[in-house]
């Protein structure tokens, strides 16, 4: 009963909303992934001018009001009620929960450390979209998908002196409930446009941004900056909305796990970014890691 029920399912899927060709939804998750590889470097650039709890809280009120308009402007319907706690684990992880955890982080750790830390997330979202879709991936994938995050782990773990920190407790939280979301978001990606779906996420926790921003910034004091300004500007609207439309949509064409492997090139684009942006050190185990997970990349993309 329950195989009967899955394939049906899924044949309703494929009926409402046909995948995208898999290079296209391959390529958009990777731009997708070089969006996101700029947010911790933005984020540091954020906390120049506010602190953690109004940097979240206001890059949520921005990407929601852009969000908002799009949807206004092109007269989407409201969600079907059955998409509405979906829609929620995706505001909760992606929205909310993610960025502020990270963002805590960022206080007391580099942005090249964080960076290494999250890279565990493809492996993360692939377990949580197994245990939440029913899907299988291949013994092959998943030597794969463990072989790269144990690169990353060994990088982070040389790079810290062995030592776990308070920000590391952060970030292993943030990748918890952002594989969630990212799973309730490839999930809905595959009924309804990928944008839709940050986009309603992000609409759906519009009150919760009002608010916190109207008490954080309260209690935070605020110190404007050029780089304060764009790094709230990017997380708003370049991660928080056009990275994740991107993600989803890519997600629905080539499936979660596939999808979540790209990102395991993104730490590695991000200690770039940390390097240019930042002037922050870079440590001589980062080629060697690159390589590593480009190879893991290209073993998960063909099985």
């Given at each position: 009963?329950?195989?009967?029920?899955s394939?049906?399912?899924?044949?309703?899927?494929?009926?409402?909303?046909?995948?995208?060709?898999?290079?296209?939804?391959?390529?958009?998750?990777?731009?997708?992934?070089?969006?996101?590889?700029?947010?911790?470097?933005?984020?540091?650039?954020?906390?120049?001018?506010?602190?953690?709890?109004?940097?979240?809280?206001?890059?949520?009120?921005?990407?929601?009001?852009?969000?908002?308009?799009?949807?206004?402007?092109?007269?989407?319907?409201?969600?079907?009620?059955?998409?509405?706690?979906?829609?929620?684990?995706?505001?909760?992880?992606?929205?909310?929960?993610?960025?502020?955890?990270?963002?805590?982080?960022?206080?007391?750790?580099?942005?090249?450390?964080?960076?290494?830390?999250v890279?565990?997330?493809?492996l993360?979202?692939?377990?949580?979209?197994?245990?939440?879709?029913?899907?299988?991936?291949?013994?092959?994938?998943?030597?794969?998908a463990?072989?790269?995050?144990?690169?990353?782990?060994v990088?982070?773990?040389?790079?810290?002196?062995?030592?776990?920190?308070?920000?590391?407790?952060?970030?292993?939280?943030?990748?918890?409930?952002?594989?969630?979301?990212?799973?309730?978001?490839?999930?809905?990606?595959?009924?309804?446009?990928?944008?839709?779906?940050?986009?309603w996420?992000?609409?759906?926790?519009?009150?919760?941004?009002?608010?916190?921003?109207?008490?954080?910034?309260?209690?935070?004091?605020?110190?404007?900056t050029?780089?304060?300004?764009?790094?709230?500007?990017?997380?708003?609207?370049?991660?928080?909305?056009?990275?994740?439309?991107?993600?989803?949509?890519?997600?629905?064409?080539?499936?979660?796990?596939?999808?979540?492997?790209?990102?395991?090139?993104?730490?590695?684009?991000?200690?770039?970014?940390?390097?240019?942006?930042?002037?922050?050190h870079?440590?001589a185990?980062?080629?060697?890691?690159?390589?590593?997970?480009?190879?893991?990349?290209?073993?998960?993309?063909?099985?």
């Open positions: 009963m329950r195989a009967q029920s394939a049906t399912d899924t044949s309703a899927i494929a009926v409402t909303a046909p995948r995208e060709p898999l290079f296209m939804g391959t390529g958009q998750a990777a731009v997708g992934v070089v969006a996101f590889s700029l947010t911790f470097p933005a984020t540091a650039w954020g906390l120049e001018s506010f602190g953690p709890w109004s940097l979240v809280a206001v890059r949520g009120v921005l990407a929601a009001l852009v969000a908002g308009a799009c949807l206004l402007l092109l007269r989407v319907p409201l969600p079907e009620a059955r998409h509405l706690p979906g829609l929620a684990m995706v505001g909760i992880g992606t929205v909310l929960g993610f960025p502020l955890l990270t963002t805590l982080a960022l206080q007391t750790s580099t942005t090249a450390h964080a960076a290494v830390v890279g565990l997330l493809p993360t979202t692939a377990a949580v979209s197994a245990l939440r879709t029913g899907v299988r991936p291949s013994r092959r994938f998943w030597t794969a463990l072989a790269g995050a144990a690169a990353v782990a990088f982070t773990v040389t790079q810290s002196g062995g030592a776990l920190t308070r920000a590391d407790v952060y970030l292993f939280g943030a990748l918890l409930v952002c594989a969630a979301g990212y799973t309730e978001g490839g999930r809905l990606a595959r009924v309804m446009p990928g944008w839709q779906v940050i986009g996420a992000l609409v759906l926790c519009l009150p919760l941004s009002v608010l916190g921003t109207a008490l954080a910034l309260g209690h935070e004091p605020v110190r404007l050029a780089h304060g300004i764009a790094g709230v500007l990017w997380v708003a609207v370049g991660s928080q909305f056009l990275g994740l439309l991107l993600w989803y949509r890519g997600m629905a064409a080539v499936g979660i796990p596939r999808a979540s492997q790209l990102q395991l090139a993104q730490p590695l684009l991000t200690l770039v970014w940390s390097a240019l942006l930042l002037g922050e870079v440590p185990a980062a080629p060697l890691t690159a390589v590593a997970v480009l190879v893991c990349i290209a073993v998960t993309q063909r099985s």
